[in-house]
């Protein structure tokens, strides 16, 4: 919504600003020469230092360009386009030029199309404001993607993405055909000559060999010549495709512009949106500029749907020809029109330049709308609300613009990132900040950008920061910055809240003052390379935030005061990580010293692995936000999650691991190896790190068979996939490129780790990392970087594994590294252990042999030193009688009973961690050893569903005699348990006065069990009796519980009381989509019918725990499968945790089952279903279920 109260103040605050507004190049003003010559429209880099060369002019005598003849060209470019403007307003026309001949160039671009696909592409959006400029593609949501015009007497074209040239020949509807027609109407002729330009080095080889091969084979395949070119060698060529203008020089604009000048075409496709350093800057804009055609760093996201394309072109798509009609069309068109007037407003606004129109109906809506409210209750969907879209966005870039004393407190502010707490003191505050930083070169987490450092203070929105710095370090590149959450929501469809609330300042003078509208917590940003040392810095105006610096905030402190502190937001920080959290779940942490002290561990494992241990130069950062852009978070500096801040506290997190954030941490070390380091894909690589944290700290290694740290380690698709890709690889279906992901690739990796250990991925990477530091630019190709992994590799290990990366489908491996690693022994595989030994068996165990008794040591030797092996019983202990410890191979008794069995033949195995794992068995026998011993009766439950009714059989006791001996069961004291009877044979207990009994409760009986002839051989025990239950279970549910993991509800005070509220449900299956914010537990007793094998599964939405008893009674509870995250209803194999092992469970025997569940926000619901003898896997409901009685 708009909101109204606002409308007054921002009126007449921005009638103030206009200027600072338009200096920002948000609206449109005449181009004058001091606009040609100034900031906005000089790019900087043709002021740098570029060599003379002598280069070709077609039809020409050769002569030098230079960055000087760029200068003049993209001035006189922007006069040409100046001069037609004004002639047209003196007219009263659009121009002189008819729009008949833009038509016509529309009909050729355009002809036999009726849509095209670039539908899962992440476009640049574009600007077209020129008489000759021809949009003619443009997505409802992606924007204009595709636009065309003409230079001098040749022609161009710019697409949004460079993967649409490598989607040649892929089948996507419409889309060959727009090359196709583009090559003939930019090369002038049916069967232009085409140039694809490529690397010189890759011209000698074959350079149609990896993306572009299609592309190449399109246009072969209509007859036309397609050469592999470089800017040296056009002659002999019509049209020129390329990609990626953004590494053009001075000199070869000048080439490309006398190419397309002369009478020639270009089509080039730019991912500028990632490549473009600012608007001004892009070089092939020297060209496309006097034609009125502009790349944007602004993104249009993939989305689904193809773009349509119309008879004839959509010139509400050219702010030539309709930027006098954008304020009519935004208030009374259609939807589509307005999207369309939108979408074009916003997308020249945001590029900082100045087109006609723009900055006049900005500045009216603006005045007129006030700013655009967005919350969490009133979300605003972009499709339908394109005009508020659109300012809204273009309001944040306004605010920023203004100064200090106009910034308003925005009334989204409280909705995100939220208010500080009231009265709150503004301070005064001298800091001590460190002046030193990472170079950019570094690598490691973004090290280009600036480092934050942070004050512990907070900005209230709308109020006045002044930060004062010593004279000298004036212009030194220092900036304020306020706030955290940098993501500007460029993706979503609907957002809940307002897109860009971040502000930074540059400390241009000794005192800046500066304000958000937004708020949020005060940094000072450090440049890169920076060796500025120690320095103070005083803040004023700002507030307390909560703070927590492991080794530095005293624990009292933060418990007692600190984390109360006024800021809406606080950190907690160490020397490896910053999280940002809301000061409201900071309120309820009460160690973070706990906290930390995990998270400086992780972060030294992580930096150990990644070879760069005790390099470190400054502290990762992780910010979580109400909505990100895309995933469920992003890596970067910092790395932002779409999760609460509370899982980077969560005692979950600290027990078990956060994969989400451990994987996003992976990314940051991906860059410190050569530059974005991908051996395999980037998306398999950067898995090294949350597998070995999970191993090396929380004990969960990617060989454990129950507790994986992640669902694609399933041994079973790992595998599968294994084979896939060897098989592949083979018969030369796949190959590595980079870009392919599939879970098996994660073993070309793991059986490396399982034969060599980790710490050949320490040394290699250690290794890598060193030479990074040592190169003027640390990136490499990707064979380059393979072949110094594979050399060192080998060095590492000590085997020659060229065969084996050969095998995996690494080609190109250099002759110097075969030569070299031809001397080392070859690397066969995996090996199985071997010389398994049993050291101290006996023959026999007298069955009273006490439990946890040591019986014998297992010992095996692994020739592979990565391998760990696990000592295991494969057979022969059905019942349970021995445990052996996987790790000692210690075996030891648990329980024996010679009645139960009298003999045990043990097949004990020793296995590697390898997947596939490889053992080595061996067989022992062991004899148990009968001894006389009283009956056995233990203290138990019996429960009777429904009314009881005279004579009714309720069950019987269990006791258990020594062999060969029958029992005689007597009730003790008949007189305090009337209503019941017991038989002396059976031990069947019969109801035998129902008038004695209510409808439900339960009585104790006290039973007496002796051997037949020997009553001295006696046992005596208490049975309780239940009867009257309910069938179904008991659903308790607690309300307002923050976290979606079953840790933040069994952790939670309000768990520990009662809960809001108690039901009796039929199953063990909750309605869908019922609450928000609440967890559960649900009670039962299974009272299976059948004997035999049974096997459980859980679902839901969000985390739960199935638990399983081996009695009636809650002391022997067990998980038994469990979800991480959340699965759909019903969805029982998403994830290996959900199902447990199979279970032996007794027919007519009660069992207590519990299942926890914690739901945190979005869709919810909780199921559990069983699979067991002859029945197919089902829910579990009322017919094996009782409400339990309550204790």
Same mark, same amino acid.
């Given at each position: &919504? ?45 002021? %740098? ?226 490549? &473009? ?120 870039? &306004? ?96 957002? %809940? ?15 800046? %003052? ?21 320095? /103070? ?68 494992? &992580? ?6 241990? *005790? ?167 990707? /064979? ?216 439900? *409760? ?190």
């Amino acid at each position: &919504m708009v909101a109204p109260q606002c409308i007054f103040e921002f009126g007449r605050r921005l009638a103030s600003a206009i200027a600072v507004v338009a200096a920002c190049g948000l609206g449109a003003a005449p181009l004058t020469d001091e606009d040609l010559h100034g900031p906005v429209f000089r790019p900087s880099y043709i002021e %740098r230092a570029v060599p003379e060369r002598t280069v070709p002019e077609y039809g020409q005598v050769d002569r030098p360009y230079t960055a000087t003849d760029l200068k003049r060209d993209w001035r006189d470019g922007l006069r040409s386009l100046r001069a037609a403007g004004d002639e047209a307003q003196k007219k009263g026309t659009t121009g002189d030029l008819s729009t008949e001949g833009l038509a016509a160039d529309y009909r050729e671009i355009t002809a036999g199309l009726a849509t095209v696909d670039v539908s899962d592409i992440v476009q640049s959006k574009m600007v077209a404001c020129g008489p000759t400029a021809i949009p003619f593609l443009y997505h409802p949501v992606k924007g204009l993607i595709g636009v065309a015009g003409r230079v001098g007497k040749g022609r161009f074209a710019l697409l949004g993405h460079n993967g649409i040239l490598h989607r040649a020949g892929s089948g996507r509807e419409g889309l060959d055909a727009l090359l196709l027609n583009l090559a003939r109407w930019c090369g002038g002729e049916e069967r232009p000559v085409i140039g694809v330009l490529t690397e010189e080095k890759e011209v000698i080889s074959d350079p149609f060999r990896g993306k572009v091969g299609p592309l190449a084979d399109l246009f072969r395949e209509r007859g036309m010549s397609v050469r592999a070119t470089a800017f040296s060698g056009l002659d002999d060529v019509d049209v020129l495709f390329f990609r990626n203008s953004n590494t053009l020089s001075p000199a070869q604009v000048g080439l490309l512009k006398v190419f397309v000048e002369s009478g020639k075409g270009f089509v080039v496709a730019d991912t500028s949106w990632a490549l &473009m350093t600012s608007f001004d800057d892009y070089p092939i804009h020297a060209i496309t500029r006097a034609s009125g055609v502009f790349f944007t760093k602004q993104e249009s996201w993939s989305k689904p749907g193809n773009c349509a394309i119309p008879g004839q072109p959509n010139l509400l798509l050219n702010l030539w020809y309709s930027s006098s009609r954008l304020r009519e069309l935004l208030d009374s068109g259609s939807l589509v029109e307005r999207q369309q007037a939108a979408s074009v407003l916003g997308t020249a606004a945001g590029t900082g330049a100045s087109f006609p129109g723009v900055k006049a109906v900005l500045a009216d809506l603006n005045l007129k709308r006030g700013l655009v409210e967005i919350t969490t209750s009133d979300r605003l969907d972009k499709g339908k609300r394109p005009l508020d879209a659109m300012l809204s966005r273009h309001q944040c870039r &306004m605010l920023r613009a203004l100064p200090a004393e106009d910034v308003p407190a925005h009334p989204s502010a409280g909705n995100w990132p939220g208010l500080p707490a009231p009265g709150a003191e503004r301070l005064i505050r001298t800091l001590a900040l460190d002046g030193n930083t990472p170079s950019a070169g570094h690598g490691h987490n973004r090290a280009e950008r600036h480092t934050w450092r942070m004050t512990g203070l907070y900005a209230a929105p709308g109020e006045i920061v002044t930060v004062e710095i010593p004279p000298v370090l004036v212009d030194r590149d220092l900036q304020i910055q306020i706030g955290v959450h940098v993501d500007t929501l460029g993706r979503p469809d609907v957002i %809940r809240r307002v897109p860009e609330i971040l502000v930074r300042k540059p400390l241009t003078g000794a005192v800046t %003052r500066v304000a958000s509208a937004f708020g949020g917590l005060v940094a000072v940003l450090v440049p890169p390379d920076s060796s500025l040392g120690g320095f /103070e810095a005083t803040i004023s105006g700002a507030i307390e935030a909560p703070f927590y610096v492991h080794g530095k905030t005293a624990l009292t402190e933060w418990q007692r005061t600190r984390r109360h502190a006024p800021g809406a937001w606080g950190y907690v920080a160490c020397p490896g990580i910053i999280f940002f959290v809301s000061r409201a779940d900071l309120g309820t942490l009460d160690r973070p010293d706990h906290v930390m002290r995990h998270w400086e561990t992780t972060i030294d494992l &992580m930096d150990r692995l990644a070879g760069m241990h *005790g390099q470190r130069r400054r502290p990762e950062l992780a910010v979580p936000d109400i909505q990100i852009s895309y995933g469920g978070a992003y890596a970067g500096y910092p790395y932002v999650t779409g999760w609460s801040g509370r899982t980077f506290i969560s005692p979950n997190t600290i027990a078990n691991g956060s994969w989400g954030d451990y994987h996003e941490l992976g990314h940051t070390y991906q860059a410190a190896h050569l530059g974005n380091f991908k051996f395999v894909n980037g998306e398999v690589d950067v898995n090294w790190y949350p597998f070995y944290v999970c191993e090396k700290l929380h004990g969960r290694p990617d060989w454990n068979q129950r507790d994986w740290p992640h669902s694609t380690v399933n041994p079973e698709n790992r595998i599968k996939g294994a084979a896939e890709i060897l098989a592949g690889v083979g018969d030369g279906s796949r190959h590595w490129d980079g870009r392919e992901w599939h879970m098996g690739l994660y073993d070309f990796y793991w059986q490396l780790k399982n034969a060599f250990g980790w710490e050949l991925f320490e040394a290699v990477n250690g290794r890598m990392y060193a030479h990074a530091q040592t190169l003027e630019k640390p990136a490499l190709p990707f /064979e380059d970087k393979r072949n110094l992994w594979l050399r060192w590799a080998c060095e590492a290990s000590g085997h020659n594994l060229v065969p084996y990366f050969e095998a995996w489908g690494h080609k190109g491996i250099g002759d110097e590294i075969r030569r070299a690693s031809a001397k080392l022994p070859v690397w066969t595989g995996n090996r199985a252990p071997n010389a398994l030994a049993v050291d101290g068996l006996p023959s026999s165990l007298p069955e009273d042999a006490p439990s946890g008794e040591l019986v014998c040591r297992l010992s095996a030797i692994d020739s592979d030193p990565g391998n760990r092996i696990r000592y295991l019983i494969t057979a022969g202990n059905e019942d349970g009688a021995f445990a052996l410890n996987q790790a000692t191979g210690h075996l030891r008794v648990l329980g024996l009973d010679f009645e139960r069995s009298e003999r045990y033949d043990l097949t004990l195995a020793a296995a590697d961690s390898a997947i596939p794992s490889l053992q080595s068995t061996r067989t022992v026998v062991i004899r148990v050893e009968n001894r006389a011993e009283p009956p056995a009766l233990t203290d138990q439950e019996i429960h009777a569903r429904g009314p009881v009714a005279e004579g009714q059989s309720l069950g019987a006791v269990s006791a258990t005699a020594d062999t060969g001996r029958a029992l005689v069961y007597e009730l003790l004291g008949e007189g305090q348990a009337p209503a019941f009877s017991v038989d002396r044979d059976t031990g069947g207990i019969t109801v035998a006065d129902v008038s004695a009994l209510g409808a439900t *409760g339960h009585v104790d009986l006290r039973i007496r069990v002796h051997h037949r002839g020997r009553p001295a051989e006696t046992s005596s025990g208490r049975v309780r009796v239940h009867y009257g239950l309910v069938a179904g279970a008991r659903c308790e549910t607690w309300l307002g519980l923050d976290g979606s993991d079953v840790g933040s509800l069994i952790g939670s005070k309000a768990y520990r009381a009662e809960p809001a509220r108690v039901d009796t449900i039929a199953a063990l299956d909750t309605p869908a989509d019922s609450a928000e914010r609440y967890g559960q537990r649900l009670s039962a007793l299974l009272v299976p019918t059948v004997t035999g094998d049974y096997t459980f599964w859980v679902a839901s939405d969000d985390g739960s725990e199935l638990q399983l008893s081996d009695t009636s009674s809650t002391d022997g509870l067990r998980r038994i499968a469990a979800v991480r995250g959340w699965t759909g209803r019903h969805e029982w194999d998403k994830q290996k945790g959900q199902e447990s092992e199979p279970v032996r469970l007794a027919a007519g025997r009660h069992y207590y089952v519990r299942v926890l569940h914690k739901e945190g926000g979005g869709g919810d619901h909780l199921a559990v279903a069983w699979q067991g003898p002859g029945m197919e896997r089902k829910l579990i409901g009322a017919e094996n279920l009782l409400v339990p009685p309550s204790h």
